[in-house]
Nanobody, 122 residues
């Protein structure tokens, strides 16, 4: 049974930082592209970043470019999202996902975590 478990969310002030983790089980982690998406109340799920199988290739949404960093440690079956310079617009539930190809389309990802809440207070 495949599981993706996010952690690291919480409440942070404007300008602060958080690091999210996504730990996978039940799959060969290095065979999958990993992505982070987020969903704010009343809004559609939004692509944040994705990282290739080896960690050498990354893509970011324009809204987080330069502030967020996605990384992965295949030996630990874990991916990360380092979030800096947070703003209230970053408030959302953050989801990690695993899939076969690097894409910004959520429908292409096979496995999803349950999400972790990030709230940025002003």
């Amino acid at each position: 049974q495949v599981q993706l478990v996010e952690s690291g969310g919480g409440l942070v002030q404007v300008g602060g930082s958080l690091r999210l983790s996504c730990t996978a089980s039940g799959l060969t982690f290095s065979d999958y592209v990993v992505a982070w998406f987020r969903q704010a109340p009343g809004k559609a799920r939004e692509f944040v970043a994705h990282i290739g199988w080896t960690g050498k290739s990354t893509v970011y949404a324009d809204s987080v470019q330069g502030r967020f960093t996605i990384s992965r440690e295949n030996a630990l079956n874990t991916a990360y999202l380092q979030m800096n310079s947070l703003t209230p617009e970053d408030t959302a539930v953050y989801y990690c996902a695993a899939g076969g190809i690097p894409t910004t389309r959520p429908g292409a990802y096979l496995y999803w975590g349950q999400g972790t809440q990030v709230t940025v207070s002003s």
